[in-house]
């Protein structure tokens, strides 16, 4: 009878810290993910895809038009990828 008791008391305690130790860890990255977007950020994203395209030729093209896209960012807070656009980026 005391066994089933210990191992009734150890399987809710070890639940209950892994809960804990969840709930911590929600805590703590919860500011990582709740980020603003900025339109700076998406510029860097886009100028970063430009480096990584193999056809040279076409970088300084891409560079350019991620300029024009941060731009128009500024001015009404939506980015343009040309595939997506979303809205609601902080106009830094």
């Known amino acids: 009878m005391m ?11 070890a639940v209950a ?3 804990v130790l969840t709930a911590v ?3 703590l990255f919860q500011g990582a993910l709740g980020a603003p977007m900025r339109c700076s950020g998406e510029q860097t994203i ?8 193999p056809d040279r030729s076409t970088l300084s093209i891409c560079i ?19 595939f997506q656009k979303y809205c609601g980026l902080l106009k830094q």
């Open 3 to 13: 066994r089933l008791f210990d191992s009734q008391v150890l399987l809710r305690t």
């Open 17 to 19: 810290v892994s809960v």
């Open 25 to 27: 860890a929600l805590l």
């Open 46 to 53: 886009c100028i970063n895809s430009c480096k990584k395209n």
């Open 64 to 82: 350019t038009n991620c300029g024009v896209r941060q731009s128009a960012c500024m001015k009404n807070g939506c980015w343009d990828s040309g």
